[in-house]
Protein backbone atom coordinates (compact mmCIF):
# COMPACT_ATOMS: atom_id res chain seq x y z
CA UNK A 1 0.00 0.00 0.00
CA UNK A 2 1.27 3.61 0.00
CA UNK A 3 4.02 4.45 -2.18
CA UNK A 4 1.87 7.19 -4.28
CA UNK A 5 3.11 10.48 -4.79
CA UNK A 6 0.97 13.30 -5.15
CA UNK A 7 1.30 15.09 -8.40
CA UNK A 8 -1.70 17.18 -7.88
CA UNK A 9 -2.17 20.02 -5.92
CA UNK A 10 -4.69 19.66 -2.81
CA UNK A 11 -7.61 22.16 -3.70
CA UNK A 12 -8.21 24.40 -0.97
CA UNK A 13 -11.70 22.67 -0.65
CA UNK A 14 -12.79 19.55 -1.58
CA UNK A 15 -16.23 18.69 -1.54
CA UNK A 16 -17.02 14.73 -2.01
CA UNK A 17 -21.10 13.04 -1.96
CA UNK A 18 -22.27 16.40 -0.28
CA UNK A 19 -25.67 15.35 0.43
CA UNK A 20 -27.98 16.99 3.35
CA UNK A 21 -31.81 15.73 3.37
CA UNK A 22 -33.85 18.26 4.94
CA UNK A 23 -37.24 16.14 6.30
CA UNK A 24 -38.12 14.32 3.10
CA UNK A 25 -36.91 16.85 0.89
CA UNK A 26 -33.40 16.57 -0.63
CA UNK A 27 -31.71 20.09 -0.09
CA UNK A 28 -28.51 19.06 -1.59
CA UNK A 29 -27.52 15.59 -2.90
CA UNK A 30 -24.37 13.80 -4.03
CA UNK A 31 -22.52 17.43 -4.76
CA UNK A 32 -18.98 17.16 -5.53
CA UNK A 33 -16.56 19.73 -6.60
CA UNK A 34 -12.66 20.96 -5.69
CA UNK A 35 -12.07 24.43 -5.61
CA UNK A 36 -8.12 25.57 -5.93
CA UNK A 37 -6.71 28.17 -3.96
CA UNK A 38 -7.08 31.45 -5.47
CA UNK A 39 -10.21 30.95 -7.73
CA UNK A 40 -13.68 32.79 -7.93
CA UNK A 41 -16.21 30.36 -8.14
CA UNK A 42 -19.82 31.89 -9.06
CA UNK A 43 -22.79 29.04 -7.17
CA UNK A 44 -26.12 30.07 -9.34
CA UNK A 45 -29.75 28.51 -9.43
CA UNK A 46 -33.11 29.21 -9.42
CA UNK A 47 -34.59 29.49 -5.63
CA UNK A 48 -34.83 26.45 -3.76
CA UNK A 49 -32.07 24.66 -5.66
CA UNK A 50 -29.69 24.19 -2.48
CA UNK A 51 -27.38 27.31 -2.59
CA UNK A 52 -27.46 27.96 0.99
CA UNK A 53 -27.83 24.98 1.80
CA UNK A 54 -24.37 24.14 0.59
CA UNK A 55 -23.14 27.56 1.92
CA UNK A 56 -24.14 26.22 5.26
CA UNK A 57 -23.05 22.80 5.19
CA UNK A 58 -19.69 23.81 4.39
CA UNK A 59 -19.52 26.75 7.55
CA UNK A 60 -20.91 24.80 10.04
CA UNK A 61 -24.14 25.41 10.33
CA UNK A 62 -25.93 22.74 9.07
CA UNK A 63 -24.44 18.77 9.48
CA UNK A 64 -24.28 17.35 6.03
CA UNK A 65 -26.68 13.98 6.34
CA UNK A 66 -23.86 12.35 4.05
CA UNK A 67 -20.51 13.50 2.47
CA UNK A 68 -17.20 14.57 3.03
CA UNK A 69 -15.80 18.06 3.09
CA UNK A 70 -11.76 18.74 2.88
CA UNK A 71 -10.29 22.31 3.60
CA UNK A 72 -6.36 22.28 3.10
CA UNK A 73 -6.44 18.58 2.83
CA UNK A 74 -8.25 18.23 6.39
CA UNK A 75 -11.79 17.08 7.19
CA UNK A 76 -14.12 19.33 8.53
CA UNK A 77 -17.13 17.84 7.92
CA UNK A 78 -19.60 18.48 10.55
CA UNK A 79 -17.48 21.09 12.34
CA UNK A 80 -19.31 23.13 14.42
CA UNK A 81 -19.54 26.83 13.15
CA UNK A 82 -16.80 28.76 15.48
CA UNK A 83 -13.98 26.11 14.72
CA UNK A 84 -14.99 26.09 11.15
CA UNK A 85 -14.32 29.89 10.97
CA UNK A 86 -11.08 28.79 12.71
CA UNK A 87 -9.86 27.00 9.44
CA UNK A 88 -9.97 30.30 8.01
CA UNK A 89 -13.43 30.15 6.27
CA UNK A 90 -15.92 33.46 6.78
CA UNK A 91 -19.05 33.87 5.06
CA UNK A 92 -21.87 36.32 4.76
CA UNK A 93 -25.36 36.41 5.02
CA UNK A 94 -28.39 36.83 2.76
CA UNK A 95 -29.89 38.86 5.10
CA UNK A 96 -27.52 40.59 7.28
CA UNK A 97 -27.66 40.77 11.28
CA UNK A 98 -25.02 43.15 12.09
CA UNK A 99 -24.77 44.17 16.10
CA UNK A 100 -27.18 47.09 15.57
CA UNK A 101 -26.89 48.73 19.01
CA UNK A 102 -23.06 49.34 17.94
CA UNK A 103 -21.21 51.92 15.94
CA UNK A 104 -20.71 50.51 12.22
CA UNK A 105 -16.25 50.39 13.05
CA UNK A 106 -17.11 48.68 16.83
CA UNK A 107 -19.19 46.02 14.54
CA UNK A 108 -15.92 44.74 13.43
CA UNK A 109 -14.39 44.81 16.93
CA UNK A 110 -15.61 41.05 18.00
CA UNK A 111 -13.83 39.59 15.19
CA UNK A 112 -10.88 41.12 15.38
CA UNK A 113 -10.53 39.61 18.61
CA UNK A 114 -10.59 36.14 17.56
CA UNK A 115 -8.06 34.13 18.20
CA UNK A 116 -6.86 33.22 15.00
CA UNK A 117 -6.57 36.94 13.73
CA UNK A 118 -4.39 37.19 17.03
CA UNK A 119 -2.39 34.07 15.79
CA UNK A 120 -1.73 35.81 12.04
CA UNK A 121 -1.10 38.81 13.42
CA UNK A 122 1.91 37.15 15.56
CA UNK A 123 0.11 36.88 18.78
CA UNK A 124 -0.62 41.00 19.14
CA UNK A 125 -3.91 42.36 18.66
CA UNK A 126 -2.42 45.58 17.87
CA UNK A 127 -5.32 48.67 17.33
CA UNK A 128 -8.41 47.13 16.44
CA UNK A 129 -10.02 50.72 16.13
CA UNK A 130 -7.69 51.49 13.67
CA UNK A 131 -7.74 48.20 11.59
CA UNK A 132 -11.51 48.48 12.20
CA UNK A 133 -11.65 51.84 10.24
CA UNK A 134 -8.98 50.70 7.69
CA UNK A 135 -11.71 47.88 6.81
CA UNK A 136 -14.15 50.07 6.47
CA UNK A 137 -12.49 51.88 3.95
CA UNK A 138 -11.41 49.28 1.94
CA UNK A 139 -15.52 48.37 1.20
CA UNK A 140 -16.10 51.81 0.51
CA UNK A 141 -16.97 53.19 4.06
CA UNK A 142 -16.19 57.24 2.95
CA UNK A 143 -12.68 57.76 5.27
CA UNK A 144 -12.91 60.21 7.96
CA UNK A 145 -17.01 60.45 7.38
CA UNK A 146 -19.25 60.22 9.97
CA UNK A 147 -20.63 57.08 8.85
CA UNK A 148 -18.20 54.58 10.05
CA UNK A 149 -19.17 55.88 13.42
CA UNK A 150 -22.97 55.53 13.14
CA UNK A 151 -25.05 52.91 14.92
CA UNK A 152 -25.24 49.95 12.34
CA UNK A 153 -28.95 50.25 13.14
CA UNK A 154 -28.86 53.55 11.62
CA UNK A 155 -27.13 52.70 7.97
CA UNK A 156 -28.60 52.21 5.32
CA UNK A 157 -29.10 48.72 3.54
CA UNK A 158 -26.02 49.39 0.90
CA UNK A 159 -23.82 50.05 3.81
CA UNK A 160 -25.19 47.43 5.58
CA UNK A 161 -23.93 44.56 2.71
CA UNK A 162 -20.44 46.19 3.12
CA UNK A 163 -20.39 46.31 6.39
CA UNK A 164 -21.11 42.36 6.20
CA UNK A 165 -18.58 42.03 3.65
CA UNK A 166 -15.82 43.83 6.39
CA UNK A 167 -17.28 41.94 9.02
CA UNK A 168 -15.90 38.30 6.56
CA UNK A 169 -13.00 40.11 5.67
CA UNK A 170 -12.02 40.58 9.39
CA UNK A 171 -11.55 37.37 10.47
CA UNK A 172 -8.61 37.55 7.80
CA UNK A 173 -10.29 34.30 6.22
CA UNK A 174 -8.44 31.88 2.97
CA UNK A 175 -11.59 31.05 1.89
CA UNK A 176 -14.78 33.69 1.95
CA UNK A 177 -18.28 32.61 0.88
CA UNK A 178 -20.92 35.54 -0.24
CA UNK A 179 -24.05 34.51 0.18
CA UNK A 180 -26.06 36.76 -2.44
CA UNK A 181 -23.92 39.75 -1.76
CA UNK A 182 -25.82 41.96 -4.19
CA UNK A 183 -29.31 41.07 -3.52
CA UNK A 184 -31.12 44.09 -2.22
CA UNK A 185 -28.79 46.74 -4.16
CA UNK A 186 -29.11 49.26 -6.62
CA UNK A 187 -26.94 48.85 -9.99
CA UNK A 188 -24.46 51.37 -9.02
CA UNK A 189 -23.91 50.08 -5.17
CA UNK A 190 -23.53 46.78 -7.44
CA UNK A 191 -20.99 48.46 -9.70
CA UNK A 192 -18.85 50.02 -6.76
CA UNK A 193 -18.69 46.26 -4.80
CA UNK A 194 -17.39 44.27 -7.37
CA UNK A 195 -13.96 46.28 -7.80
CA UNK A 196 -14.11 45.43 -3.75
CA UNK A 197 -14.04 41.93 -4.62
CA UNK A 198 -11.47 42.07 -8.01
CA UNK A 199 -9.44 43.70 -5.22
CA UNK A 200 -9.82 40.70 -2.64
CA UNK A 201 -8.79 38.18 -5.28
CA UNK A 202 -5.66 39.69 -6.57
CA UNK A 203 -4.78 39.32 -3.10
CA UNK A 204 -5.16 35.86 -3.28
CA UNK A 205 -7.91 35.33 -1.44
CA UNK A 206 -10.57 32.38 -3.14
CA UNK A 207 -13.97 33.07 -3.13
CA UNK A 208 -17.68 31.67 -3.61
CA UNK A 209 -20.16 33.80 -4.80
CA UNK A 210 -24.05 32.78 -4.33
CA UNK A 211 -25.37 35.20 -7.01
CA UNK A 212 -28.28 35.79 -8.73
CA UNK A 213 -26.96 39.03 -10.68
CA UNK A 214 -25.38 36.83 -13.46
CA UNK A 215 -23.76 39.68 -15.26
CA UNK A 216 -22.20 41.01 -12.54
CA UNK A 217 -20.57 37.64 -11.75
CA UNK A 218 -19.61 36.47 -14.74
CA UNK A 219 -17.14 39.49 -14.94
CA UNK A 220 -15.14 38.06 -12.01
CA UNK A 221 -16.15 34.40 -11.74
CA UNK A 222 -13.46 31.98 -12.71
CA UNK A 223 -15.24 29.48 -13.08
CA UNK A 224 -19.39 28.87 -12.53
CA UNK A 225 -21.31 25.60 -11.12
CA UNK A 226 -25.23 25.61 -11.54
CA UNK A 227 -26.96 23.98 -8.81
CA UNK A 228 -31.23 22.93 -10.05
CA UNK A 229 -32.65 20.46 -7.24
CA UNK A 230 -29.99 20.22 -5.12
CA UNK A 231 -28.14 19.09 -7.58
CA UNK A 232 -24.62 20.18 -9.97
CA UNK A 233 -26.24 20.68 -13.17
CA UNK A 234 -23.20 22.17 -14.93
CA UNK A 235 -19.90 23.52 -14.12
CA UNK A 236 -17.36 25.18 -15.68
CA UNK A 237 -16.48 28.84 -17.56
CA UNK A 238 -19.59 31.03 -17.50
CA UNK A 239 -19.82 31.10 -21.31
CA UNK A 240 -20.20 27.40 -21.87
CA UNK A 241 -22.13 26.71 -18.67
CA UNK A 242 -24.74 29.02 -19.73
CA UNK A 243 -24.32 27.14 -23.28
CA UNK A 244 -25.53 23.87 -21.95
CA UNK A 245 -28.95 22.66 -22.56
CA UNK A 246 -30.03 21.58 -18.99
CA UNK A 247 -29.03 24.98 -17.42
CA UNK A 248 -31.02 26.95 -20.08
CA UNK A 249 -33.77 24.60 -19.49
CA UNK A 250 -33.66 25.19 -15.56
CA UNK A 251 -33.27 29.02 -16.43
CA UNK A 252 -35.37 29.48 -19.09
CA UNK A 253 -38.04 26.68 -18.98
CA UNK A 254 -37.50 24.22 -22.06
CA UNK A 255 -38.79 27.11 -24.58
CA UNK A 256 -34.52 27.77 -24.65
CA UNK A 257 -33.89 27.82 -28.34
CA UNK B 1 -39.70 56.09 61.03
CA UNK B 2 -39.27 57.41 57.04
CA UNK B 3 -35.50 57.18 57.57
CA UNK B 4 -36.11 53.75 58.62
CA UNK B 5 -38.07 52.50 55.32
CA UNK B 6 -35.71 54.70 53.06
CA UNK B 7 -32.54 52.69 54.32
CA UNK B 8 -34.64 49.07 54.85
CA UNK B 9 -36.23 49.76 51.56
CA UNK B 10 -32.46 50.18 49.86
CA UNK B 11 -31.42 47.31 51.60
CA UNK B 12 -34.61 44.97 49.97
CA UNK B 13 -33.68 46.83 46.95
CA UNK B 14 -30.32 45.53 47.11
CA UNK B 15 -31.59 41.59 48.17
CA UNK B 16 -33.98 41.84 44.94
CA UNK B 17 -31.28 42.95 42.30
CA UNK B 18 -28.58 40.52 43.76
CA UNK B 19 -31.43 37.73 43.71
CA UNK B 20 -32.12 38.58 39.87
CA UNK B 21 -28.61 39.23 38.81
CA UNK B 22 -27.67 35.69 38.09
CA UNK B 23 -31.19 34.98 36.01
CA UNK B 24 -31.00 38.20 34.24
CA UNK B 25 -26.93 37.64 33.25
CA UNK B 26 -28.11 33.81 32.02
CA UNK B 27 -31.39 34.99 30.15
CA UNK B 28 -29.80 38.03 28.46
CA UNK B 29 -26.76 36.18 27.30
CA UNK B 30 -28.30 32.39 26.17
CA UNK B 31 -31.85 33.38 26.06
CA UNK B 32 -32.05 30.29 28.97
CA UNK B 33 -34.68 30.92 31.40
CA UNK B 34 -33.18 29.02 34.25
CA UNK B 35 -36.03 28.20 36.79
CA UNK B 36 -34.43 25.87 38.47
CA UNK B 37 -32.50 29.49 39.54
CA UNK B 38 -34.45 29.33 42.99
CA UNK B 39 -33.59 25.59 43.29
CA UNK B 40 -29.65 26.36 43.05
CA UNK B 41 -30.23 29.56 45.72
CA UNK B 42 -31.39 26.84 48.34
CA UNK B 43 -28.77 24.16 47.33
CA UNK B 44 -25.82 26.50 48.19
CA UNK B 45 -27.15 27.27 51.28
CA UNK B 46 -28.13 24.10 52.58
CA UNK B 47 -24.39 23.28 51.01
CA UNK B 48 -22.40 25.69 53.46
CA UNK B 49 -24.54 24.60 56.12
CA UNK B 50 -23.73 21.04 55.56
CA UNK B 51 -19.93 21.69 55.01
CA UNK B 52 -20.08 24.13 58.27
CA UNK B 53 -22.09 21.60 60.80
CA UNK B 54 -21.10 18.05 59.01
CA UNK B 55 -17.87 18.73 57.44
CA UNK B 56 -16.46 21.30 60.31
CA UNK B 57 -15.19 23.36 57.25
CA UNK B 58 -14.58 26.77 58.38
CA UNK B 59 -17.03 29.20 57.30
CA UNK B 60 -15.39 30.84 54.61
CA UNK B 61 -14.07 28.28 52.90
CA UNK B 62 -17.22 26.97 53.02
CA UNK B 63 -18.85 29.75 51.16
CA UNK B 64 -15.92 29.64 48.73
CA UNK B 65 -16.80 25.50 48.13
CA UNK B 66 -20.57 26.29 47.79
CA UNK B 67 -20.06 28.82 45.07
CA UNK B 68 -18.06 26.61 43.33
CA UNK B 69 -20.55 23.71 43.24
CA UNK B 70 -23.26 25.61 42.27
CA UNK B 71 -21.09 27.32 39.20
CA UNK B 72 -20.71 23.67 38.22
CA UNK B 73 -24.09 22.61 38.98
CA UNK B 74 -25.07 25.49 36.38
CA UNK B 75 -22.84 23.45 33.69
CA UNK B 76 -24.10 20.38 34.42
CA UNK B 77 -27.55 21.48 33.73
CA UNK B 78 -26.66 23.06 30.80
CA UNK B 79 -24.56 20.24 29.30
CA UNK B 80 -26.93 17.56 30.50
CA UNK B 81 -30.45 19.01 30.00
CA UNK B 82 -30.67 22.70 28.11
CA UNK B 83 -27.96 21.54 25.29
CA UNK B 84 -30.38 18.75 24.11
CA UNK B 85 -33.76 21.05 23.93
CA UNK B 86 -31.64 24.47 23.31
CA UNK B 87 -33.69 27.21 21.27
CA UNK B 88 -37.23 25.44 22.30
CA UNK B 89 -38.31 27.89 25.28
CA UNK B 90 -41.13 26.27 26.76
CA UNK B 91 -39.16 23.00 27.25
CA UNK B 92 -36.17 24.67 28.49
CA UNK B 93 -39.03 26.23 31.02
CA UNK B 94 -40.38 23.21 31.77
CA UNK B 95 -36.88 21.02 31.97
CA UNK B 96 -35.78 23.60 34.78
CA UNK B 97 -38.74 24.00 36.17
CA UNK B 98 -38.97 20.49 36.79
CA UNK B 99 -35.04 19.74 37.63
CA UNK B 100 -35.57 22.88 40.29
CA UNK B 101 -38.90 20.75 41.84
CA UNK B 102 -37.04 17.50 42.21
CA UNK B 103 -33.77 19.84 43.87
CA UNK B 104 -35.72 21.31 46.47
CA UNK B 105 -38.10 18.39 47.07
CA UNK B 106 -35.43 16.38 47.42
CA UNK B 107 -33.87 18.77 50.16
CA UNK B 108 -37.52 18.11 52.35
CA UNK B 109 -37.79 14.32 51.56
CA UNK B 110 -34.29 14.18 53.27
CA UNK B 111 -35.90 16.68 56.45
CA UNK B 112 -34.17 19.35 55.59
CA UNK B 113 -36.80 21.70 57.27
CA UNK B 114 -37.13 23.35 60.36
CA UNK B 115 -35.55 26.21 62.47
CA UNK B 116 -31.54 24.72 63.13
CA UNK B 117 -30.88 25.18 59.45
CA UNK B 118 -29.43 28.87 59.56
CA UNK B 119 -26.09 30.03 58.97
CA UNK B 120 -23.90 32.61 60.96
CA UNK B 121 -23.72 36.27 60.29
CA UNK B 122 -20.29 36.97 58.62
CA UNK B 123 -20.00 40.01 60.41
CA UNK B 124 -21.83 40.74 63.93
CA UNK B 125 -22.77 43.80 65.25
CA UNK B 126 -24.31 47.35 64.12
CA UNK B 127 -24.63 51.14 64.21
CA UNK B 128 -27.77 53.64 63.72
CA UNK B 129 -28.23 56.41 61.70
CA UNK B 130 -30.47 58.85 63.52
CA UNK B 131 -32.37 56.64 65.17
CA UNK B 132 -32.61 53.56 63.26
CA UNK B 133 -30.10 50.56 63.31
CA UNK B 134 -28.99 48.87 61.08
CA UNK B 135 -26.56 45.53 61.08
CA UNK B 136 -23.37 45.24 59.50
CA UNK B 137 -24.38 41.90 57.67
CA UNK B 138 -27.46 44.21 55.83
CA UNK B 139 -25.28 46.92 55.13
CA UNK B 140 -22.67 44.06 53.45
CA UNK B 141 -25.30 42.85 51.66
CA UNK B 142 -25.46 46.33 50.28
CA UNK B 143 -22.07 46.75 49.46
CA UNK B 144 -21.47 43.60 47.36
CA UNK B 145 -24.82 44.19 45.43
CA UNK B 146 -23.14 47.42 44.40
CA UNK B 147 -19.32 45.68 44.03
CA UNK B 148 -20.55 42.77 41.90
CA UNK B 149 -22.81 45.02 39.68
CA UNK B 150 -19.62 47.36 39.22
CA UNK B 151 -17.90 43.94 38.52
CA UNK B 152 -20.62 42.63 35.95
CA UNK B 153 -19.96 45.52 34.25
CA UNK B 154 -16.57 45.58 33.67
CA UNK B 155 -15.93 41.92 32.64
CA UNK B 156 -19.07 42.50 30.47
CA UNK B 157 -17.19 45.63 28.76
CA UNK B 158 -13.95 45.34 28.88
CA UNK B 159 -13.20 41.64 28.97
CA UNK B 160 -12.47 39.21 25.49
CA UNK B 161 -15.34 36.72 27.18
CA UNK B 162 -17.35 39.43 28.59
CA UNK B 163 -17.39 40.63 24.48
CA UNK B 164 -18.05 37.28 23.63
CA UNK B 165 -21.31 37.16 26.05
CA UNK B 166 -22.71 40.29 24.79
CA UNK B 167 -21.88 39.15 20.91
CA UNK B 168 -24.03 35.96 21.28
CA UNK B 169 -26.94 38.06 23.22
CA UNK B 170 -27.50 40.15 20.59
CA UNK B 171 -27.32 37.43 17.75
CA UNK B 172 -26.35 33.92 17.88
CA UNK B 173 -25.98 33.61 14.37
CA UNK B 174 -23.56 37.22 13.75
CA UNK B 175 -21.45 35.55 16.55
CA UNK B 176 -21.04 32.02 15.77
CA UNK B 177 -19.59 33.94 11.98
CA UNK B 178 -17.01 35.08 14.03
CA UNK B 179 -16.00 31.87 15.39
CA UNK B 180 -17.27 32.09 18.92
CA UNK B 181 -18.86 29.10 20.63
CA UNK B 182 -22.16 29.57 21.62
CA UNK B 183 -22.61 26.64 23.55
CA UNK B 184 -19.20 26.86 25.68
CA UNK B 185 -20.75 30.86 25.89
CA UNK B 186 -24.13 29.35 26.73
CA UNK B 187 -22.59 26.98 29.84
CA UNK B 188 -20.25 29.98 31.24
CA UNK B 189 -23.32 31.96 31.52
CA UNK B 190 -25.35 29.24 33.30
CA UNK B 191 -22.30 28.34 35.51
CA UNK B 192 -21.99 31.97 35.69
CA UNK B 193 -25.59 32.38 36.84
CA UNK B 194 -25.49 29.92 39.13
CA UNK B 195 -22.50 31.05 40.89
CA UNK B 196 -24.09 34.30 41.51
CA UNK B 197 -27.09 32.96 43.05
CA UNK B 198 -25.35 31.17 45.48
CA UNK B 199 -23.03 34.44 45.88
CA UNK B 200 -26.87 35.54 47.08
CA UNK B 201 -28.03 33.02 49.07
CA UNK B 202 -24.65 32.87 51.00
CA UNK B 203 -25.18 36.66 52.04
CA UNK B 204 -28.93 36.92 52.36
CA UNK B 205 -29.81 33.27 54.14
CA UNK B 206 -27.48 34.42 57.46
CA UNK B 207 -31.25 36.67 57.78
CA UNK B 208 -33.07 34.35 58.22
CA UNK B 209 -33.28 30.77 58.09
CA UNK B 210 -32.97 28.47 55.02
CA UNK B 211 -35.76 26.33 54.06
CA UNK B 212 -37.05 25.17 50.63
CA UNK B 213 -40.24 27.56 50.51
CA UNK B 214 -37.85 30.06 50.17
CA UNK B 215 -36.35 28.88 46.44
CA UNK B 216 -39.81 29.36 45.00
CA UNK B 217 -39.38 32.67 46.79
CA UNK B 218 -36.33 33.81 45.41
CA UNK B 219 -37.91 32.69 41.86
CA UNK B 220 -40.71 34.27 42.04
CA UNK B 221 -38.62 37.64 43.51
CA UNK B 222 -36.35 37.35 40.55
CA UNK B 223 -38.91 36.80 37.80
CA UNK B 224 -40.47 40.00 38.97
CA UNK B 225 -37.59 41.82 38.88
CA UNK B 226 -36.28 40.43 35.53
CA UNK B 227 -40.03 40.94 34.12
CA UNK B 228 -40.54 44.98 35.14
CA UNK B 229 -36.87 45.60 34.36
CA UNK B 230 -36.71 43.60 30.62
CA UNK B 231 -35.18 40.57 30.62
CA UNK B 232 -31.88 40.59 29.78
CA UNK B 233 -31.44 44.58 30.73
CA UNK B 234 -29.02 45.35 33.25
CA UNK B 235 -30.32 48.51 33.88
CA UNK B 236 -33.73 47.52 33.78
CA UNK B 237 -32.62 45.22 36.76
CA UNK B 238 -31.19 47.69 38.40
CA UNK B 239 -33.94 50.37 38.52
CA UNK B 240 -36.76 47.36 38.90
CA UNK B 241 -35.15 46.68 41.71
CA UNK B 242 -35.68 49.82 43.35
CA UNK B 243 -39.09 50.08 42.47
CA UNK B 244 -39.92 46.74 43.76
CA UNK B 245 -37.76 47.07 46.56
CA UNK B 246 -39.15 50.15 48.00
CA UNK B 247 -42.55 49.65 47.41
CA UNK B 248 -42.54 46.35 49.66
CA UNK B 249 -40.52 47.88 52.31
CA UNK B 250 -43.51 51.11 52.02
CA UNK B 251 -46.26 48.53 51.75
CA UNK B 252 -44.81 46.36 54.96
CA UNK B 253 -44.13 49.53 56.96
CA UNK B 254 -47.26 51.39 56.49
CA UNK B 255 -49.66 48.70 55.13
CA UNK B 256 -49.69 45.15 56.41
CA UNK B 257 -45.84 43.07 56.49
CA UNK B 258 -48.21 40.35 54.80
CA UNK B 259 -49.07 42.14 51.68
CA UNK B 260 -45.57 42.56 50.69
CA UNK B 261 -45.43 39.36 48.55
CA UNK B 262 -48.43 40.74 46.74
CA UNK B 263 -46.12 43.79 45.40
CA UNK B 264 -44.16 41.81 43.31
CA UNK B 265 -47.01 40.17 41.65
CA UNK B 266 -48.90 42.90 41.19
CA UNK B 267 -45.64 44.16 39.69
CA UNK B 268 -45.88 41.86 37.10
CA UNK B 269 -49.20 42.05 36.18
CA UNK B 270 -48.93 46.06 35.19
CA UNK B 271 -46.03 45.55 33.63
CA UNK B 272 -46.91 42.56 31.35
CA UNK B 273 -50.55 44.94 30.46
CA UNK B 274 -48.96 48.38 30.17
CA UNK B 275 -45.16 46.78 28.43
CA UNK B 276 -45.18 43.71 28.22
CA UNK B 277 -41.26 43.74 27.23
CA UNK B 278 -40.02 45.70 30.11
CA UNK B 279 -38.87 49.20 31.24
CA UNK B 280 -35.95 48.82 29.38
CA UNK B 281 -35.75 46.11 26.52
CA UNK B 282 -34.43 46.64 23.90
CA UNK B 283 -35.70 42.95 22.72
CA UNK B 284 -38.52 44.65 20.35
CA UNK B 285 -36.18 47.33 18.21
CA UNK B 286 -33.35 44.44 17.69
CA UNK B 287 -35.53 42.27 15.42
CA UNK B 288 -35.21 42.43 11.95
CA UNK B 289 -35.31 45.37 10.02
CA UNK B 290 -34.89 43.91 6.93
Redesign the interface.
Same mark, same amino acid.
Given at each position: MGGYIMTEQVPLLRVKNLTKIFGGVTAVSNMDFDLPEGNLLGVIGPNGSGKTTLVNLI?G?VKPTAGRIEFRGKEITGW /?? %??V *??EGI $??T?Q? *???? %? +?LPAFKNL? *? /?L %? $? /??VKKLAGGKYGNRDAVALDLLEEVGFERDAYVSYKKA?ALP +?GY?KRLELA? $?MA?RPDLIILDELFS?LSLAEVASIVPIIEKLKTKGKTIIMIEHRLKELFRIADRVMVLNYGRKIAEGRAAEVMESPDVKEAYLGSEGE | MLLGTLIYGFVNSAILALLAMGFNLTFGISGVANFAYGAVYIFSGFSVWIFLNTFGIPYLSAVLIAIVLSGLMGLAIYYGVILRIKGMPLSEVMATFGLGLAIMELFRYFDFVGFRYTLPIFFDGSFSVGEVYIDYQRMMIGLIAVALTVCLYLFTNHTRTGLAFRAIAQDERTALTFGIDADLVGALSMALGCALAAIAAVVILPLGTIAVEGGYEVLINALAVCIVGGLGSTVGILVASVLIGFSQTFTANYLEPHWMMLVSLIAIAIVLVVKPSGLFSHQKELEERI
Open positions: TF /PP %YK *VG $SRFM *VRPF %Y +QI *V /P %Y $S /PRG +QLK $SLG | -
